[in-house]
Protein backbone atom coordinates (compact mmCIF):
# COMPACT_ATOMS: atom_id res chain seq x y z
CA UNK A 1 0.00 0.00 0.00
CA UNK A 2 0.87 3.70 -0.41
CA UNK A 3 2.08 5.48 2.32
CA UNK A 4 2.03 9.03 2.18
CA UNK A 5 5.61 10.85 2.51
CA UNK A 6 6.23 13.82 4.61
CA UNK A 7 4.75 16.95 3.32
CA UNK A 8 6.85 19.34 1.42
CA UNK A 9 4.89 21.82 1.89
CA UNK A 10 4.39 24.68 -0.81
CA UNK A 11 6.38 26.59 -2.88
CA UNK A 12 6.47 30.31 -4.75
CA UNK A 13 8.75 29.81 -8.12
CA UNK A 14 7.29 31.57 -10.68
CA UNK A 15 6.40 34.97 -12.02
CA UNK A 16 2.65 33.71 -11.63
CA UNK A 17 2.79 32.49 -7.97
CA UNK A 18 4.39 35.82 -7.06
CA UNK A 19 1.78 37.70 -8.36
CA UNK A 20 -0.80 35.28 -7.07
CA UNK A 21 0.38 35.75 -3.08
CA UNK A 22 1.02 39.52 -4.05
CA UNK A 23 -2.65 39.63 -4.64
CA UNK A 24 -4.19 36.95 -2.59
CA UNK A 25 -1.01 37.14 0.12
CA UNK A 26 -1.37 33.10 0.28
CA UNK A 27 1.34 31.36 -1.75
CA UNK A 28 0.13 28.40 -4.37
CA UNK A 29 0.03 24.49 -3.87
CA UNK A 30 2.76 23.21 -6.02
CA UNK A 31 3.02 19.73 -4.30
CA UNK A 32 1.19 17.68 -7.15
CA UNK A 33 1.52 15.57 -10.18
CA UNK A 34 -0.65 14.68 -12.86
CA UNK A 35 -2.16 12.02 -14.88
CA UNK A 36 -3.47 13.81 -18.00
CA UNK A 37 -5.45 11.22 -20.38
CA UNK A 38 -5.01 11.66 -23.75
CA UNK A 39 -5.80 8.59 -25.45
CA UNK A 40 -8.06 6.72 -27.80
CA UNK A 41 -9.78 7.84 -30.80
CA UNK A 42 -12.86 10.28 -30.82
CA UNK A 43 -15.78 7.87 -31.82
CA UNK A 44 -17.88 11.22 -32.56
CA UNK A 45 -15.72 12.71 -34.69
CA UNK A 46 -14.97 10.20 -36.66
CA UNK A 47 -12.01 8.79 -35.07
CA UNK A 48 -9.61 12.08 -35.08
CA UNK A 49 -6.36 12.37 -32.43
CA UNK A 50 -8.36 14.55 -29.83
CA UNK A 51 -5.55 15.96 -28.22
CA UNK A 52 -3.53 16.87 -31.13
CA UNK A 53 -6.50 18.93 -32.30
CA UNK A 54 -5.20 22.71 -32.40
CA UNK A 55 -7.33 25.31 -31.24
CA UNK A 56 -6.29 28.84 -30.79
CA UNK A 57 -2.64 28.37 -31.59
CA UNK A 58 -1.79 24.71 -29.53
CA UNK A 59 -3.09 21.59 -29.05
CA UNK A 60 -5.88 20.51 -26.81
CA UNK A 61 -3.04 18.12 -25.00
CA UNK A 62 -0.15 21.07 -24.98
CA UNK A 63 -2.97 23.49 -23.17
CA UNK A 64 -3.69 20.34 -20.32
CA UNK A 65 -0.10 20.30 -20.33
CA UNK A 66 0.88 23.59 -19.37
CA UNK A 67 -1.85 23.75 -16.71
CA UNK A 68 -0.04 21.31 -14.90
CA UNK A 69 3.53 22.45 -15.35
CA UNK A 70 4.28 23.15 -11.94
CA UNK A 71 3.57 19.85 -11.01
CA UNK A 72 6.57 17.43 -9.66
CA UNK A 73 5.77 14.94 -12.32
CA UNK A 74 3.50 14.15 -15.29
CA UNK A 75 1.99 11.15 -16.62
CA UNK A 76 0.43 11.29 -20.24
CA UNK A 77 -2.09 8.14 -20.50
CA UNK A 78 -2.13 7.19 -24.35
CA UNK A 79 -0.37 6.46 -27.72
CA UNK A 80 3.29 7.14 -27.83
CA UNK A 81 3.98 10.84 -29.06
CA UNK A 82 7.33 11.32 -29.67
CA UNK A 83 7.40 15.32 -29.91
CA UNK A 84 6.62 15.46 -26.17
CA UNK A 85 9.34 16.63 -23.58
CA UNK A 86 11.49 13.60 -21.96
CA UNK A 87 10.29 14.45 -18.68
CA UNK A 88 7.28 13.78 -19.28
CA UNK A 89 6.58 10.10 -18.45
CA UNK A 90 4.38 8.12 -20.78
CA UNK A 91 2.28 5.15 -20.62
CA UNK A 92 -0.48 3.19 -22.60
CA UNK A 93 -3.30 1.51 -20.51
CA UNK A 94 -3.96 -2.20 -21.92
CA UNK A 95 -6.15 -2.51 -23.59
CA UNK A 96 -5.95 0.94 -25.40
CA UNK A 97 -9.35 2.32 -24.80
CA UNK A 98 -10.72 0.75 -22.24
CA UNK A 99 -11.89 4.09 -20.53
CA UNK A 100 -11.04 7.03 -18.31
CA UNK A 101 -11.40 5.00 -15.07
CA UNK A 102 -8.64 2.11 -16.91
CA UNK A 103 -6.22 5.28 -18.35
CA UNK A 104 -6.25 6.81 -14.71
CA UNK A 105 -5.59 3.64 -13.12
CA UNK A 106 -2.49 3.03 -15.31
CA UNK A 107 -1.49 6.56 -14.56
CA UNK A 108 -1.60 5.80 -10.96
CA UNK A 109 0.30 2.80 -11.17
CA UNK A 110 3.18 4.55 -12.80
CA UNK A 111 3.22 7.15 -9.88
CA UNK A 112 3.54 4.41 -7.29
CA UNK A 113 6.54 3.64 -8.94
CA UNK A 114 7.96 7.15 -8.30
CA UNK A 115 9.59 7.90 -5.31
CA UNK A 116 8.00 9.62 -2.77
CA UNK A 117 5.03 10.82 -5.12
CA UNK A 118 2.71 13.65 -3.83
CA UNK A 119 -0.13 13.70 -1.85
CA UNK A 120 -2.15 15.56 -4.15
CA UNK A 121 -2.82 13.95 -7.78
CA UNK A 122 -4.73 16.25 -10.93
CA UNK A 123 -6.65 14.00 -12.94
CA UNK A 124 -7.61 16.21 -16.56
CA UNK A 125 -8.53 14.69 -19.76
CA UNK A 126 -6.77 16.79 -23.12
CA UNK A 127 -9.85 17.85 -24.38
CA UNK A 128 -10.44 21.56 -22.82
CA UNK A 129 -8.41 24.07 -25.16
CA UNK A 130 -8.84 26.92 -22.57
CA UNK A 131 -7.62 25.32 -18.91
CA UNK A 132 -5.60 27.19 -17.84
CA UNK A 133 -2.41 27.22 -14.71
CA UNK A 134 -5.19 29.42 -12.61
CA UNK A 135 -7.59 27.24 -13.01
CA UNK A 136 -5.92 23.98 -11.72
CA UNK A 137 -4.37 26.61 -9.00
CA UNK A 138 -8.29 27.23 -8.09
CA UNK A 139 -8.49 23.59 -7.44
CA UNK A 140 -5.69 22.92 -5.52
CA UNK A 141 -5.98 25.66 -3.35
CA UNK A 142 -9.68 24.00 -2.98
CA UNK A 143 -8.47 20.61 -1.82
CA UNK A 144 -6.01 22.27 0.26
CA UNK A 145 -8.92 24.60 1.94
CA UNK A 146 -11.53 22.10 2.36
CA UNK A 147 -9.85 18.43 3.14
CA UNK A 148 -12.09 17.01 0.55
CA UNK A 149 -10.60 13.46 -0.91
CA UNK A 150 -11.23 14.67 -4.41
CA UNK A 151 -12.34 18.19 -6.02
CA UNK A 152 -14.05 18.47 -9.30
CA UNK A 153 -14.82 21.59 -11.28
CA UNK A 154 -17.90 22.17 -12.75
CA UNK A 155 -18.79 24.24 -16.37
CA UNK A 156 -20.57 27.43 -17.06
CA UNK A 157 -23.88 25.47 -16.93
CA UNK A 158 -23.08 23.91 -13.68
CA UNK A 159 -21.86 19.93 -15.28
CA UNK A 160 -19.26 18.59 -13.14
CA UNK A 161 -16.32 18.11 -15.28
CA UNK A 162 -15.27 14.59 -13.06
CA UNK A 163 -12.05 14.88 -15.43
CA UNK A 164 -10.75 18.23 -14.38
CA UNK A 165 -10.02 17.76 -10.78
CA UNK A 166 -7.47 16.94 -7.30
CA UNK A 167 -7.62 13.96 -5.69
CA UNK A 168 -5.86 12.96 -2.85
CA UNK A 169 -3.47 10.44 -3.79
CA UNK A 170 -4.66 7.68 -0.82
CA UNK A 171 -8.47 8.17 -1.82
CA UNK A 172 -7.88 7.99 -5.29
CA UNK A 173 -6.11 4.53 -4.79
CA UNK A 174 -8.40 3.78 -2.54
CA UNK A 175 -11.57 4.51 -4.82
CA UNK A 176 -9.79 2.40 -7.66
CA UNK A 177 -9.33 -0.92 -5.09
CA UNK A 178 -13.04 -1.10 -4.26
CA UNK A 179 -13.87 -1.54 -8.40
CA UNK A 180 -14.08 -4.95 -9.36
CA UNK A 181 -13.27 -4.22 -13.29
CA UNK A 182 -11.25 -1.02 -14.65
CA UNK A 183 -12.88 -1.99 -18.19
CA UNK A 184 -15.31 0.54 -19.73
CA UNK A 185 -15.91 1.79 -16.26
CA UNK A 186 -17.92 5.36 -15.83
CA UNK A 187 -16.37 7.68 -13.65
CA UNK A 188 -18.69 8.27 -11.55
CA UNK A 189 -17.87 4.78 -10.18
CA UNK A 190 -15.18 6.13 -9.55
CA UNK A 191 -16.12 9.55 -7.72
CA UNK A 192 -16.00 9.33 -3.78
CA UNK A 193 -18.60 11.16 -1.16
CA UNK A 194 -16.64 13.12 0.12
CA UNK A 195 -15.79 15.40 -3.14
CA UNK A 196 -16.07 19.51 -3.15
CA UNK A 197 -17.15 21.47 -6.55
CA UNK A 198 -15.49 24.38 -7.77
CA UNK A 199 -17.27 26.18 -10.40
CA UNK A 200 -14.50 27.48 -13.50
CA UNK A 201 -14.23 29.19 -16.71
CA UNK A 202 -12.85 27.35 -19.39
CA UNK A 203 -13.32 24.11 -18.40
CA UNK A 204 -15.73 22.81 -21.10
CA UNK A 205 -14.61 20.01 -23.28
CA UNK A 206 -14.77 19.73 -26.92
CA UNK A 207 -16.33 15.85 -27.58
CA UNK A 208 -17.94 17.12 -31.09
CA UNK A 209 -16.69 18.49 -34.37
CA UNK A 210 -19.12 21.49 -33.73
CA UNK A 211 -17.85 22.42 -30.42
CA UNK A 212 -14.24 22.44 -31.89
CA UNK A 213 -15.46 24.90 -34.49
CA UNK A 214 -17.18 26.83 -31.48
CA UNK A 215 -13.89 26.72 -29.32
CA UNK A 216 -11.84 28.09 -32.63
CA UNK A 217 -14.66 31.16 -32.93
CA UNK A 218 -13.93 32.22 -29.51
CA UNK A 219 -10.35 31.96 -29.65
CA UNK A 220 -8.28 35.19 -30.40
CA UNK A 221 -6.72 35.72 -33.44
CA UNK A 222 -3.10 34.43 -33.59
CA UNK A 223 0.14 36.93 -33.35
CA UNK A 224 2.63 36.53 -35.47
CA UNK A 225 4.98 35.15 -33.31
CA UNK A 226 2.52 32.51 -32.00
CA UNK A 227 1.28 31.49 -35.45
CA UNK A 228 4.79 30.99 -36.50
CA UNK A 229 5.73 28.32 -33.55
CA UNK A 230 2.61 26.57 -34.19
CA UNK A 231 3.13 25.73 -37.58
CA UNK A 232 6.72 25.06 -36.85
CA UNK A 233 5.62 22.62 -34.00
CA UNK A 234 2.51 21.12 -35.04
CA UNK A 235 2.73 20.41 -39.01
CA UNK A 236 3.61 16.95 -40.44
CA UNK A 237 7.59 16.77 -41.10
CA UNK A 238 8.17 15.37 -44.48
CA UNK A 239 10.00 11.91 -44.64
CA UNK A 240 13.77 11.73 -45.03
CA UNK A 241 15.21 10.48 -48.74
CA UNK A 242 18.93 10.39 -49.67
CA UNK A 243 19.17 12.19 -52.55
CA UNK A 244 22.06 14.12 -54.65
CA UNK A 245 22.73 17.42 -52.73
CA UNK A 246 23.02 19.23 -56.60
CA UNK A 247 19.15 18.14 -56.68
CA UNK A 248 17.71 19.20 -53.42
CA UNK A 249 17.73 23.16 -53.44
CA UNK A 250 15.00 23.72 -50.97
CA UNK A 251 15.04 20.90 -48.93
CA UNK A 252 17.09 21.11 -45.51
CA UNK A 253 19.72 18.23 -43.94
CA UNK A 254 17.71 15.69 -41.91
CA UNK A 255 21.12 14.68 -40.24
CA UNK A 256 24.37 16.27 -39.74
CA UNK A 257 26.67 16.16 -42.58
CA UNK A 258 30.18 14.99 -42.14
CA UNK A 259 33.07 15.51 -44.36
CA UNK A 260 34.43 12.73 -46.70
CA UNK A 261 37.84 13.89 -46.88
CA UNK A 262 40.27 15.97 -44.75
CA UNK A 263 40.45 19.93 -46.19
CA UNK A 264 43.00 20.64 -46.87
CA UNK A 265 43.72 17.11 -47.95
CA UNK A 266 47.76 18.02 -47.42
CA UNK A 267 49.67 20.79 -46.80
CA UNK A 268 49.54 23.52 -49.26
CA UNK A 269 51.13 27.49 -49.21
CA UNK A 270 48.64 29.84 -48.34
CA UNK A 271 50.34 32.54 -50.74
CA UNK A 272 52.25 32.94 -53.82
CA UNK A 273 56.35 32.78 -52.58
CA UNK A 274 58.72 30.19 -51.49
CA UNK A 275 58.79 27.18 -49.45
CA UNK A 276 61.55 27.14 -47.47
CA UNK A 277 63.38 24.47 -45.27
CA UNK A 278 65.49 25.51 -42.16
CA UNK A 279 67.01 28.91 -40.38
CA UNK A 280 67.50 30.91 -43.69
CA UNK A 281 69.21 32.36 -45.61
CA UNK A 282 68.07 29.65 -48.39
CA UNK A 283 69.25 28.74 -51.69
CA UNK A 284 66.66 29.12 -54.44
CA UNK A 285 66.25 25.89 -56.57
CA UNK A 286 65.28 26.34 -59.93
CA UNK A 287 61.68 23.98 -59.94
CA UNK A 288 58.81 25.79 -59.17
CA UNK A 289 55.66 24.10 -57.37
CA UNK A 290 51.93 25.05 -59.23
CA UNK A 291 48.50 23.96 -57.69
CA UNK A 292 47.29 20.96 -59.15
CA UNK A 293 50.94 20.21 -60.59
CA UNK A 294 53.49 17.56 -59.47
CA UNK A 295 54.66 18.04 -56.12
CA UNK A 296 58.10 19.35 -55.82
CA UNK A 297 60.88 17.21 -54.78
CA UNK A 298 61.49 17.64 -51.20
CA UNK A 299 63.87 20.36 -49.26
CA UNK A 300 66.87 19.55 -48.22
CA UNK A 301 67.92 22.02 -44.89
CA UNK A 302 68.92 25.69 -46.23
CA UNK A 303 66.55 25.07 -49.60
CA UNK A 304 63.62 27.03 -51.31
CA UNK A 305 61.77 26.24 -53.94
CA UNK A 306 59.10 29.02 -55.83
CA UNK A 307 55.65 27.78 -55.12
CA UNK A 308 52.27 29.09 -55.81
CA UNK A 309 48.82 29.65 -53.87
CA UNK A 310 47.26 26.45 -53.65
CA UNK A 311 50.51 24.08 -54.82
CA UNK A 312 51.69 20.77 -52.31
CA UNK A 313 54.01 21.77 -50.67
CA UNK A 314 57.45 19.42 -50.42
CA UNK A 315 58.32 17.30 -47.46
CA UNK A 316 60.97 19.24 -45.64
CA UNK A 317 59.53 22.64 -45.95
CA UNK A 318 59.85 24.45 -42.32
CA UNK A 319 57.45 27.58 -43.45
CA UNK A 320 56.03 28.98 -46.91
CA UNK A 321 57.01 32.71 -46.80
CA UNK A 322 55.36 35.46 -48.97
CA UNK A 323 56.59 37.09 -51.81
CA UNK A 324 56.79 40.65 -49.90
CA UNK A 325 58.61 39.49 -46.72
CA UNK A 326 61.47 38.36 -49.10
CA UNK A 327 65.08 39.80 -50.84
CA UNK A 328 66.41 37.51 -53.65
CA UNK A 329 69.76 38.57 -54.56
CA UNK A 330 71.96 38.23 -57.84
CA UNK A 331 73.66 34.52 -57.02
CA UNK A 332 69.61 33.11 -56.10
CA UNK A 333 70.32 33.23 -52.36
CA UNK A 334 67.16 33.97 -50.36
CA UNK A 335 66.78 36.22 -47.25
CA UNK A 336 63.67 37.20 -45.26
CA UNK A 337 63.30 41.59 -45.11
CA UNK A 338 64.31 42.89 -41.94
CA UNK A 339 61.15 43.69 -39.59
CA UNK A 340 58.58 41.93 -41.42
CA UNK A 341 56.16 39.17 -39.36
CA UNK A 342 57.17 35.61 -38.86
CA UNK A 343 53.90 33.88 -40.32
CA UNK A 344 53.66 30.18 -41.63
CA UNK A 345 51.24 30.78 -44.46
CA UNK A 346 50.99 26.67 -45.14
CA UNK A 347 47.49 25.61 -44.54
CA UNK A 348 47.83 22.39 -43.04
CA UNK A 349 46.27 18.66 -43.80
CA UNK A 350 42.91 19.00 -41.54
CA UNK A 351 43.48 22.51 -40.62
CA UNK A 352 39.42 22.98 -41.56
CA UNK A 353 37.97 19.62 -40.77
CA UNK A 354 39.06 15.98 -40.78
CA UNK A 355 37.14 12.96 -42.56
CA UNK A 356 34.18 12.34 -39.96
CA UNK A 357 33.88 16.06 -38.92
CA UNK A 358 30.95 17.58 -39.05
CA UNK A 359 30.27 20.36 -41.43
CA UNK A 360 26.98 21.35 -41.43
CA UNK A 361 24.51 20.56 -38.58
CA UNK A 362 21.06 19.12 -38.88
CA UNK A 363 18.40 21.27 -40.36
CA UNK A 364 20.65 23.11 -42.51
CA UNK A 365 19.24 24.96 -45.55
CA UNK A 366 20.40 23.60 -48.90
CA UNK A 367 22.05 26.46 -50.39
CA UNK A 368 24.88 27.58 -52.47
CA UNK A 369 26.83 27.86 -49.58
CA UNK A 370 25.48 23.95 -48.12
CA UNK A 371 26.45 22.53 -51.94
CA UNK A 372 29.73 24.93 -52.20
CA UNK A 373 31.17 23.19 -48.07
CA UNK A 374 29.81 19.61 -49.57
CA UNK A 375 31.93 19.60 -52.61
CA UNK A 376 35.02 20.58 -50.31
CA UNK A 377 34.53 17.78 -48.00
CA UNK A 378 33.83 15.72 -51.00
CA UNK A 379 30.31 14.96 -50.19
CA UNK A 380 27.96 14.32 -52.68
CA UNK A 381 24.88 12.67 -51.33
CA UNK A 382 22.79 13.56 -48.01
CA UNK A 383 19.54 12.65 -46.05
CA UNK A 384 17.31 15.50 -46.83
CA UNK A 385 13.56 16.54 -46.23
CA UNK A 386 12.14 18.24 -49.00
CA UNK A 387 11.96 20.42 -50.99
CA UNK A 388 8.62 21.57 -50.21
CA UNK A 389 6.32 21.22 -53.76
CA UNK A 390 3.29 23.82 -53.88
CA UNK A 391 0.28 24.03 -55.73
CA UNK A 392 -0.68 27.47 -56.26
CA UNK A 393 -4.54 28.04 -56.15
CA UNK A 394 -6.17 31.42 -57.19
CA UNK A 395 -9.84 31.64 -56.23
CA UNK A 396 -13.16 33.80 -57.86
CA UNK A 397 -15.35 34.28 -60.27
CA UNK A 398 -14.02 37.93 -60.61
CA UNK A 399 -10.63 36.85 -61.65
CA UNK A 400 -9.14 36.41 -64.67
CA UNK A 401 -5.47 35.82 -66.24
CA UNK A 402 -5.30 35.49 -69.19
CA UNK A 403 -7.50 37.18 -72.15
CA UNK A 404 -9.72 40.52 -72.15
CA UNK A 405 -11.70 41.21 -69.35
CA UNK A 406 -15.51 40.85 -69.13
CA UNK A 407 -17.93 43.08 -66.89
CA UNK A 408 -17.13 42.60 -63.52
CA UNK A 409 -13.57 40.83 -64.02
CA UNK A 410 -10.52 42.22 -62.92
CA UNK A 411 -6.86 40.64 -63.36
CA UNK A 412 -5.21 38.33 -61.70
CA UNK A 413 -1.93 40.27 -60.66
CA UNK A 414 -0.92 37.93 -57.84
CA UNK A 415 -0.78 34.97 -59.42
CA UNK A 416 2.05 35.53 -62.16
CA UNK A 417 4.63 36.46 -59.50
CA UNK A 418 3.63 33.87 -56.75
CA UNK A 419 6.16 31.23 -57.92
CA UNK A 420 9.10 33.83 -58.03
CA UNK A 421 8.08 34.58 -54.09
CA UNK A 422 7.71 31.25 -53.12
CA UNK A 423 11.00 30.30 -54.44
CA UNK A 424 12.50 33.51 -52.33
CA UNK A 425 10.67 31.02 -49.55
CA UNK A 426 12.36 27.75 -50.50
CA UNK A 427 9.21 26.07 -52.16
CA UNK A 428 8.77 24.59 -55.72
CA UNK A 429 5.91 25.63 -57.46
CA UNK A 430 4.17 22.81 -59.43
CA UNK A 431 1.55 24.51 -61.34
CA UNK A 432 -1.03 27.47 -60.93
CA UNK A 433 -4.59 26.54 -60.93
CA UNK A 434 -8.13 28.82 -61.16
CA UNK A 435 -11.06 27.70 -58.81
CA UNK A 436 -14.22 29.22 -59.37
CA UNK A 437 -16.79 30.23 -56.43
CA UNK A 438 -18.19 26.69 -56.10
CA UNK A 439 -19.83 25.42 -53.18
CA UNK A 440 -17.95 22.21 -53.40
CA UNK A 441 -14.54 23.73 -55.21
CA UNK A 442 -12.53 23.35 -52.63
CA UNK A 443 -13.20 19.42 -51.53
CA UNK A 444 -11.76 18.55 -54.99
CA UNK A 445 -9.22 20.69 -54.34
CA UNK A 446 -8.34 19.22 -50.88
CA UNK A 447 -8.44 15.49 -52.03
CA UNK A 448 -6.20 16.07 -54.85
CA UNK A 449 -3.53 17.43 -52.93
CA UNK A 450 -1.61 14.13 -52.20
CA UNK A 451 0.78 14.75 -55.15
CA UNK A 452 2.42 18.54 -53.07
CA UNK A 453 3.62 19.26 -49.78
CA UNK A 454 1.51 22.81 -49.85
CA UNK A 455 -1.45 23.95 -50.81
CA UNK A 456 -1.35 28.04 -51.70
CA UNK A 457 -4.52 29.26 -51.52
CA UNK A 458 -5.20 32.80 -52.47
CA UNK A 459 -8.72 34.37 -51.66
CA UNK A 460 -11.93 32.76 -49.97
CA UNK A 461 -10.17 33.21 -46.31
CA UNK A 462 -13.05 35.22 -44.92
CA UNK A 463 -16.58 35.27 -43.75
CA UNK A 464 -18.33 36.09 -47.01
CA UNK A 465 -20.87 33.99 -48.99
CA UNK A 466 -18.62 33.17 -51.73
CA UNK A 467 -15.63 32.34 -48.74
CA UNK A 468 -15.96 28.66 -48.49
CA UNK A 469 -12.31 27.40 -47.69
CA UNK A 470 -13.04 26.85 -44.11
CA UNK A 471 -16.09 25.11 -44.88
CA UNK A 472 -14.58 23.03 -47.04
CA UNK A 473 -11.03 22.49 -44.21
CA UNK A 474 -14.21 21.34 -41.40
CA UNK A 475 -15.74 18.62 -44.26
CA UNK A 476 -12.68 17.10 -44.95
CA UNK A 477 -11.50 17.02 -41.65
CA UNK A 478 -8.31 19.32 -41.73
CA UNK A 479 -6.08 20.24 -38.73
CA UNK A 480 -6.63 23.87 -38.62
CA UNK A 481 -3.15 25.29 -36.96
CA UNK A 482 -4.20 28.92 -37.65
CA UNK A 483 -7.35 30.13 -37.43
CA UNK A 484 -6.95 34.39 -37.73
CA UNK A 485 -4.01 36.45 -37.81
CA UNK A 486 -3.49 39.11 -35.54
CA UNK A 487 -1.88 41.18 -38.22
CA UNK A 488 -3.17 44.39 -40.46
CA UNK A 489 -3.33 43.64 -43.33
CA UNK A 490 -3.98 39.30 -43.61
CA UNK A 491 -6.52 38.65 -40.09
CA UNK A 492 -8.03 36.22 -42.78
CA UNK A 493 -5.34 34.34 -42.93
CA UNK A 494 -5.57 30.49 -42.63
CA UNK A 495 -3.47 27.57 -42.29
CA UNK A 496 -3.74 23.87 -41.59
CA UNK A 497 -3.05 20.20 -42.17
CA UNK A 498 -5.41 18.00 -45.08
CA UNK A 499 -5.64 14.30 -43.20
CA UNK A 500 -3.43 13.39 -46.85
CA UNK A 501 -0.76 15.81 -45.06
CA UNK A 502 -0.73 18.34 -46.98
CA UNK A 503 0.33 21.81 -45.73
CA UNK A 504 -2.54 24.75 -46.91
CA UNK A 505 -2.00 28.31 -46.63
CA UNK A 506 -5.27 30.37 -47.10
CA UNK A 507 -4.04 33.81 -47.79
CA UNK A 508 -6.22 36.76 -48.54
CA UNK A 509 -7.77 37.94 -51.74
CA UNK A 510 -6.30 41.03 -51.51
CA UNK A 511 -2.84 41.08 -53.20
CA UNK A 512 -0.86 43.32 -50.79
CA UNK A 513 -2.31 41.34 -47.94
CA UNK A 514 -1.88 37.90 -49.67
CA UNK A 515 2.08 38.93 -50.47
CA UNK A 516 2.57 40.50 -46.79
CA UNK A 517 0.92 37.44 -45.04
CA UNK A 518 2.90 35.00 -47.49
CA UNK A 519 6.56 36.42 -46.50
CA UNK A 520 6.00 36.69 -43.04
CA UNK A 521 4.75 32.64 -42.47
CA UNK A 522 5.37 30.35 -45.00
CA UNK A 523 9.08 30.29 -44.07
CA UNK A 524 7.92 29.12 -40.84
CA UNK A 525 6.02 26.41 -42.70
CA UNK A 526 8.62 25.08 -44.71
CA UNK A 527 10.64 24.93 -41.45
CA UNK A 528 7.69 22.88 -39.70
CA UNK A 529 7.75 20.57 -42.87
CA UNK A 530 11.45 20.26 -43.32
CA UNK A 531 13.29 20.63 -40.08
CA UNK A 532 14.83 23.43 -41.36
CA UNK A 533 16.22 25.58 -38.75
CA UNK A 534 14.55 28.45 -38.27
CA UNK A 535 16.54 31.89 -39.93
CA UNK A 536 17.31 34.50 -37.78
CA UNK A 537 14.98 37.57 -37.80
CA UNK A 538 16.40 40.85 -39.06
CA UNK A 539 15.97 43.92 -36.87
CA UNK A 540 16.36 46.82 -36.49
CA UNK A 541 14.99 50.86 -35.65
CA UNK A 542 11.81 51.78 -37.43
CA UNK A 543 12.22 56.04 -37.43
CA UNK A 544 8.71 56.80 -38.23
CA UNK A 545 7.21 53.78 -36.31
CA UNK A 546 4.87 56.39 -34.09
CA UNK A 547 3.10 57.29 -37.57
CA UNK A 548 2.37 53.81 -38.25
CA UNK A 549 1.63 51.72 -35.56
CA UNK A 550 -2.26 51.43 -34.37
CA UNK A 551 -4.01 48.89 -31.95
CA UNK A 552 -3.13 45.71 -34.30
CA UNK A 553 0.62 44.81 -35.57
CA UNK A 554 0.63 46.37 -38.88
CA UNK A 555 2.92 45.27 -41.98
CA UNK A 556 3.75 47.67 -44.48
CA UNK A 557 6.44 48.18 -46.89
CA UNK A 558 9.56 50.56 -46.05
CA UNK A 559 12.99 51.50 -47.67
CA UNK A 560 16.31 51.54 -46.23
CA UNK A 561 17.79 54.93 -44.93
CA UNK A 562 21.46 55.92 -45.10
CA UNK A 563 21.91 56.31 -41.59
CA UNK A 564 20.57 53.17 -40.72
CA UNK A 565 17.73 51.37 -40.44
CA UNK A 566 14.09 51.73 -42.07
CA UNK A 567 11.50 54.11 -43.18
CA UNK A 568 7.59 53.02 -43.31
CA UNK A 569 5.25 53.91 -45.64
CA UNK A 570 2.07 55.09 -43.32
CA UNK A 571 -0.43 54.36 -45.69
CA UNK A 572 -0.99 51.43 -48.06
CA UNK A 573 -2.70 50.55 -51.25
CA UNK A 574 -3.53 47.54 -50.59
CA UNK A 575 -5.53 46.35 -53.47
CA UNK A 576 -2.45 46.09 -55.59
CA UNK A 577 1.42 45.65 -55.42
CA UNK A 578 2.11 49.52 -56.58
CA UNK A 579 3.27 50.17 -53.02
CA UNK A 580 6.50 47.43 -53.27
CA UNK A 581 7.95 49.54 -55.96
CA UNK A 582 11.28 51.38 -54.69
CA UNK A 583 11.24 49.13 -51.49
CA UNK A 584 13.35 47.34 -49.91
CA UNK A 585 11.12 45.20 -47.65
CA UNK A 586 8.33 45.08 -45.26
CA UNK A 587 8.07 45.75 -41.57
CA UNK A 588 6.08 44.87 -38.81
CA UNK A 589 5.15 47.13 -36.83
CA UNK A 590 4.09 46.52 -33.10
CA UNK A 591 0.75 47.90 -31.59
CA UNK A 592 1.81 51.59 -29.80
CA UNK A 593 5.58 51.58 -31.34
CA UNK A 594 7.49 55.18 -31.03
CA UNK A 595 9.90 56.14 -33.46
CA UNK A 596 13.06 54.41 -33.60
CA UNK A 597 11.11 51.26 -32.40
CA UNK A 598 13.00 47.77 -33.42
CA UNK A 599 10.87 46.33 -35.50
CA UNK A 600 11.19 42.83 -37.75
CA UNK A 601 12.37 42.80 -41.49
CA UNK A 602 11.51 40.93 -43.82
CA UNK A 603 13.40 41.70 -47.18
CA UNK A 604 11.82 41.73 -50.61
CA UNK A 605 13.25 39.39 -53.43
CA UNK A 606 14.70 41.41 -56.39
Known amino acids: MHRDRAPRGVAVA ?53 AVAAGARTIVVGPHRPELAPEIRQVQEVPAGAGPVAAIATGLRTLEECDFPARLVVVLAADMPFLTP ?16 AVFATDESGRPQY ?54 ARAAPLTLDDARSTVRRNLSRLPERHTLLRSARGAALAAPLAAAEALPRFDVSAMDGYAVSGDGPWRLRHDIGFAGGERPVGL ?31 TGVLDRLPDTPIRDDVRHRGEDWW ?41 GDEIRSE ?34 DTADGFDEVLAAAADCELLVIVGATGGGAADQLRDALDRTEARILVHRLRMRPGGSTVAAETESGTAVLGLPGNPFAAVATLLALLPAMVEGRTGRTPARPITGPLLNAGEITGPAPRIVPARAVPEGG ?8 TAHLAGLLNRDGLVIVPPDAVDGAHVEFLPLPS
Request: proline content about 6%; aromatic content about 2%; overall charge negative.
Open 300 to 330: LPGEAVRIATGAHVPDGTTTVIRDEFIRLDA
Open 566 to 573: WLGDATVR
Open 134 to 149: AAVDELLRAAAESGAD
Open 14 to 66: TNYDRQHVQATGRPLVTDFDAIVLAGGRATRMGGVDKPAIVVGGRSMLDAALT
Open 403 to 436: GPLHSGQTRDSIGPVLPDLLAWCGVHALDRVHLR
Open 163 to 216: LVGVWRHRALLAGLDRLDSLMNQPMKALVPANTAMVPLSGVADCDTADEVRQAR
Open 355 to 395: PGDTVAPEGTPVSAALLSVAASAEVTTARVRGPVRARIVMT
